[in-house]
């Protein structure tokens, strides 16, 4: 655990004095705002896991991974001529992994094991406090090795005069998928010019290579241009929050999220059961439903109850429950802590079955055991420093440290710790 990411806090120091906060006054002599820094969130994170059902390796095989993530969320507010409060929110992370089981794409084990991902993202909200209206936009970009993604997003919310509120969240996401296959399905092109002279050869792969008398090209196809293909993800989120009393609070969530493309990765392995292997083959489009309940009570001034549940459903035969309970318990007004359980159960889609169960015969397939039925438990306790004057009297406002356990019954395990630290 002794990599998790702390490097955040050095940033502190070049931070600190970079802003201050002020709230406008509902007065006759009301002035505008320019957009102004007025909270700052860094977060760093350590991840580890083991399993033994490597889905590059058809079902089999180590699933170990580690990953080291930091990000920063920067957020400036300001207020127009008509008292609406903007919001903008610029935010960026950069994650590094490694995983045993991507050495095996290649068929002897010397692929590259680890990689980053970098996603930035901006969004942009407008408030009218008075009206109980917000209306945002949001773009940002995910990359790493074999995918890029776009996504983008608009939301929508209204305050009810009961203390209720109606959400909608609208997003897609765009990605390109490179298709990085197992070794064993790439072609190999060998040529080689005995004719004298300058020749052009098009080789297997598509490509145009020019040999002097006597040269030889030998090459995989795809090693100099990999081709992708695209996926796209539709989601429509509803959400309706409602304060029932003085110590209860409650919301009911909907999500409709619709994909279609590329839905499965081209280096996952499927063995058959005469022995062969091939690429997992799934459909190009994806239907879900996830359906969640939230309810939040307080029992008294100290100890507040976070429960939630969720059903989900999808056309691929995926059925699963969620339910989860967080108990942060105030020990002072700035200190608390708040364990945590989840647990989780699904049935499997229709299209899996472990190593060398499939047969040729079957349309779609895959081993990849997060479609296989399992249920899991996460729990764990986080641990939050909030003063209302800040931490040591600075704009330091939050300190929160979180561990948690993960169990699932096909043998995977992991462990993360988390940080994150915010600035007003």
Known sequence: MRKICLTVIGMYLTLMHAFSQSAPKDTSDFKPRKLKLEEINLVGSYYTQTGDHSSIQGGIGSEAVTDLASGIELKFVGYDFLQRKNTLTLSGGYDHHTAASQAWVSKTGASKTGGTRIYPSLKWQRENEQKGTLFGLGASYSSEYNYHSIGLESDFSVKTKHNGEFGLKLSGYFDQVKLLRPSEFNTTDTITNSSGGTTTYTTASGRTVTLSSGGTYVSESGS?????????????????????????????????????????????????????????????????????????????????????????????????????????????????????????????????????????????????????????????????????????????????????????????????????????
């Open 224 to 424: 100099s241009a990999i081709p992708s293909s695209p996926r796209e993800t539709y989601t429509a989120s509803f959400s309706f929050s409602q304060i029932i009393n003085s110590r209860l609070q409650g919301a009911l969530l909907l999500d409709l999220v619709a994909q279609n493309g590329y839905l499965g990765l081209p280096f996952h392995r499927v063995y058959f059961k005469d022995g062969t292997d091939s690429v997992e083959n799934l459909p190009s489009t994806r239907f879900k439903l996830p359906i969640g309940l939230r309810l939040n009570y307080f029992l008294g001034d100290r100890v507040i109850l976070r429960s939630y549940y969720r059903f989900y459903v999808d056309d691929w035969g995926i059925r699963s429950h969620t339910a989860s309970l967080e108990v942060p318990v105030k020990f002072t007004p700035f200190f608390s802590i708040s364990p945590f359980y989840r647990y989780y159960t699904q049935t499997a889609a229709r299209y899996f079955a472990p190593y060398e169960t499939h047969t040729e015969s079957q349309t779609y397939y895959t081993s990849n055991y997060a479609l296989s039925a399992f249920s899991s438990q996460f729990f764990g306790a986080g641990i939050r420093l909030s003063p209302p004057g800040g931490i040591l009297h600075t704009h330091l406002s939050t300190l929160e440290i979180r561990y948690g356990h993960y169990t699932q019954t096909t043998d995977l395990v992991s462990d993360v710790v988390s940080l994150n630290i915010s600035f007003k």
